[in-house]
């Protein structure tokens, strides 16, 4: 088990093993289904729903970058909405070549700590975009799968409503005084029966002390951060159903929330490159439970990735611009002093 451990922290080694499950599912998935019949289908892609999803996605983006700077107070960051929307945007271009979306954040890091150094500052700035977002997303996901008459059995509902209500309650201590007694009355019981959690309890308090500092924002300015985070979701289920419009799946808008949903959690598991072959394989086995096809299901996923390589390469020119930019900069006072020995 050690030695697996430090397998895994090679970096070479785990972008190989990334690298082996996605050629292997992707392999896997390809084989088992009619291509001419999946090329055909991407062939006869829609391209106003597809045009729509487009905007959707960069509204999606826009929302983020406000959100983000209608939190960076506490941090004393002052990024423009503009900046954020680049550096966002610019962190989609690398999530395309990097293995996994974590080292994609950390661009996003790197170019938002960079200007004056506040390496902790923009870290716990993410985290907390991250957390809200993700459980924002959750929400919303779940919030869609109680109209699905398919999840019929009580027992699911019961599991949905029971997560719905754990995210109000994480948010509800989150905004009481009382969460960090709570947490340290936890910690203790389970640090006196399990002393080998010591160190990984010791990390989640200091990750919650950080986190804990966007109280200083007040009630009003959280809850309207929230509402933008769940608008931004909102606009990502309107982005997930006008690619399937436009890859002619006829499933109601709610089906088609909580399946992406379900998926883009999953496919944040860095288990494979940029999502590949783990996006594809989820979504052929849960859209197979209403009807769909595999090959449809998969020309669905593929039509997002090409929608996310589109956005990846407006990221890319912003980055190519910057990169220009640096350059000039640094080649701008060579030919100045240059110019002043001539004379």
């Not at 390809?30 to 996605?57: C, D, E, H």
């Not at 389970?190 to 804990?212: P, R, W």
């Not at 982005?239 to 909580?258: C, H």
Request: with cysteine; proline share 3%.
């Amino acid at each position: 088990m050690q030695t697996l451990k430090k397998a895994l922290k090679n970096p070479k080694l785990r972008i190989a093993l990334q690298l082996t499950v996605t050629i292997v599912v992707l392999i896997v998935l390809f084989k088992s289904i009619n291509l001419s019949s999946l090329v055909q289908i991407l062939r006869s892609v829609k391209i106003w729903p597809l045009l729509f999803s487009l905007l959707a996605t960069f509204l999606m983006r826009i929302l983020w970058a406000y959100q983000i700077s209608i939190t960076q107070e506490p941090m004393d960051m002052h990024f423009s909405i503009y900046a954020i929307f680049r550096i966002q945007l610019i962190a989609t271009f690398y999530s395309l070549v990097l293995p996994g979306d974590l080292l994609a954040g950390g661009v996003s890091w790197y170019k938002l700590s960079r200007p004056d150094r506040k390496y902790i500052e923009a870290g716990a700035l993410l985290i907390f975009f991250r957390l809200v977002q993700i459980s924002c997303l959750v929400f919303i996901g779940l919030v869609v799968a109680l109209w699905d008459q398919q999840i019929g059995a009580p027992e699911f509902r019961a599991l949905i409503i029971f997560g719905l209500s754990g995210i109000v309650i994480m948010w509800i201590l989150y905004f009481s005084n009382r969460v960090t007694g709570i947490f340290d009355f936890i910690a203790n019981k389970v640090k006196g029966n399990a002393s080998f959690l010591t160190s990984v309890f010791d990390n989640v308090e200091s990750l919650l002390n950080t986190i804990l500092k966007f109280r200083a924002l007040g009630i009003k300015r959280l809850l309207s951060v929230f509402g933008v985070s769940l608008t931004a979701q909102l606009l990502g289920l309107v982005y997930f159903f006008s690619i399937a419009r436009a890859v002619d799946i006829q499933l109601p808008f709610f089906v088609i929330g909580w399946i992406s949903t379900f998926v883009t959690i999953v496919q944040m598991i860095p288990i494979s490159i940029a999502g590949l072959g783990i996006r594809e394989a989820s979504y052929a086995v849960l859209l197979s439970e209403y009807g769909i096809s595999p090959e449809q299901a998969i020309s669905y996923s593929i039509t997002i990735f090409a929608v996310f390589i589109i956005v990846g390469l407006v990221g890319g020119l912003f980055e190519l611009s910057d990169i220009y930019r640096n350059w000039q900069r640094r080649n701008k006072p060579e030919k100045v002093h240059n110019k002043d020995i001539s004379n």
